[in-house]
């Protein structure tokens, strides 16, 4: 039996899932889709339809939802997690639980210990965005013999319509039918397959109205505390734009070599990652430090060092090659870092009751924020590489403690950390992904958060690729409100791509 306290979008959203059985939960991150997927499944079990359900979620996720489990249920739960010893007793005790949680990585190799299940609950359904990898595969897979299936995402696209269709495949795969029929149906593209419009979105709107529980910020957002956002630019010294300048060809002059004479070569393919080979990696090699430069300088000439370490693995040949050649000699400010701490020197000086999270792609990054910011406050690193024991303890540390202040985490942070008692977030550099940006901002957009209003900053150096990224990352939201929503598009249903070409921006963009 189900023990909590609904809002009211949620007790409509549990009415839908249970009456239609099969639905897509794209709830916005923060607005309780874990208690809503319990109080249907607590629903189901009531009404004899559901005696076992399985939970696949990200292997950060696994003990969250035991204690969500535990605080709305009576329901007896098994984590599957450990050894592979471990696992096949944990399966077997798992008889009789009511709820079975696993990770996607771990229940691929233990399919043949899980049992029967009549309830299957993937959690950042996102994880089965590309419809051909063998995760994806599998869940689908051992989705056709449960009855009743809910995927739970807030972002149902992160970067390109077909991962929706990808999803739909597990929860109802009637709903979207044949792939190349959506493709074609719903995409224009050019003659290198690059997607230039979408077309009857109207159409897809109604369609996904009957299988997806939809609710946006702006649709809950008297539960949700005011949002600000800030973007706050930031311009380059001069030795550090001649730099960029120099790379930013070197990368032009990549791009080139790479698309010349090659008939039918996908460039849209080959930034998004669709081709394994040496020309990418060396565009991404120069993206890459791009992005370093644009953080700090001193993680371009740290990378250099690590590649040339013969004891590890790890560092830029590129960094390293740059390096060698001096192009870092002069490069000596920081023109981010020291907006950044001056932002948050302001946020703790303002009210003692201020907290900060700070996201950043570069886990040395990080590090570097932790010592510059010594002297204002306590803070916790919270990232790939730490153990789930050391992950939790920063999260407890960051909550309880007045003094710690400032929370330091890389991507592995977005997901399943509820992080209500801060008040500002910091985007310090940008993903690729529009969902990992949503999942970065929702750590603070809670229900549950402790201030009336929270604000949202993201910091962006002049003339960069990080405005590219910024304005890439806008146009794939734009392209997931419109194909979920039916916002952005004009009166017959469509809607343009507008963002120009990689080659285009680094020609036209000025430092």
Not at 2 to 19: C, H, I, N, S
Not at 63 to 89: H, N, P
Not at 396 to 419: H, I, K, M, T
Not at 485 to 509: H, P, Q, W
Request: net charge neutral; proline share 3%.
């Amino acid at each position: 039996m189900f023990k909590g306290t609904l809002w009211p979008y949620q007790k409509e959203a549990v009415d839908r899932m249970v009456e239609r059985g099969q639905m897509l939960l794209g709830m916005v991150m923060g607005a309780g889709k874990t208690p809503t997927t319990l109080g249907a499944i607590e629903q189901l079990k009531e009404y004899g339809d559901v005696d076992r359900c399985l939970v696949v979620v990200p292997a950060s996720l696994k003990y969250q939802w035991a204690r969500e489990i535990g605080k709305f249920t009576d329901a007896k739960l098994t984590v599957i997690d450990g050894s592979k010893a471990k696992r096949s007793k944990q399966w077997k005790m798992s008889r009789d639980s009511h709820y079975v949680i696993v990770n996607a990585e771990t229940l691929v190799h233990d399919v043949s210990e899980m049992g029967r299940f009549q309830a299957m609950v993937i959690d950042e359904s996102t994880m089965i965005k590309n419809r051909v990898a063998k995760r994806s595969k599998l869940l689908k897979k051992l989705g056709k013999t449960i009855p009743f299936r809910y995927a739970l995402t807030g972002q149902p696209i992160e970067n390109r319509p077909e991962e929706l269709f990808s999803i739909m495949e597990f929860v109802d795969k009637d709903v979207l039918g044949d792939f190349k029929l959506f493709d074609r149906t719903f995409i224009v593209r050019d003659s290198w397959g690059k997607p230039i419009r979408y077309r009857n979105l109207d159409r897809m709107n109604k369609t996904m109205r009957e299988c997806m529980v939809r609710k946006t910020r702006e649709d809950i957002k008297d539960q949700l505390p005011t949002i600000i956002h800030q973007v706050i630019p930031v311009p380059f010294d001069t030795s550090g734009a001649k730099v960029y300048r120099s790379i930013a060809n070197d990368l032009l002059n990549q791009i080139a070599s790479a698309t010349k004479g090659k008939s039918g070569f996908n460039l849209w393919s080959h930034y998004n990652g669709g081709a394994d080979n040496e020309a990418q990696g060396q565009i991404m090699a120069r993206l890459t430090v791009l992005r370093m430069l644009c953080d700090n300088p001193e993680l371009v000439r740290k990378s250099a060092l690590e590649y040339q370490n013969a004891d590890t693995a790890s560092g830029s040949q590129y960094a390293s090659e740059i390096c060698a050649q001096g192009w870092l000699e002069a490069t000596r400010q920081t023109p981010k870092l020291d907006a950044c701490l001056s932002y948050i020197e302001d946020v703790l000086g303002e009210d003692p009751a201020n907290k900060v999270v700070l996201f950043s792609f570069f886990k040395e990054n990080l590090r570097l924020i932790q010592k510059a910011t010594s002297k204002m406050t306590s803070s916790v690193l919270f990232m790939g590489g730490m153990s789930a024991e050391e992950r939790d303890a920063s999260k407890q540390e960051f909550a309880n403690n007045p003094d710690c202040r400032l929370f330091l985490s890389s991507d592995a942070g977005g997901y399943g950390v509820d992080l209500p008692m801060a008040n500002y977030l910091i985007s310090y550099d940008l993903p690729w992904s529009s969902g990992k940006l949503e999942q970065r901002e929702a750590r603070i957009i809670r229900l549950s958060s402790e201030f009336p209003h929270v604000t949202i900053a993201t910091f962006v150096m002049q003339g960069s690729i990080e405005e590219r990224q910024y304005e890439m990352l806008q146009m794939k939201k734009s392209v997931n409100e419109a194909f979920i929503d039916g916002n952005n598009v004009d009166a017959e249903g469509n809607m343009s791509i507008t963002l120009d070409t990689l080659s285009s921006f680094l020609r036209e963009s000025q430092l």
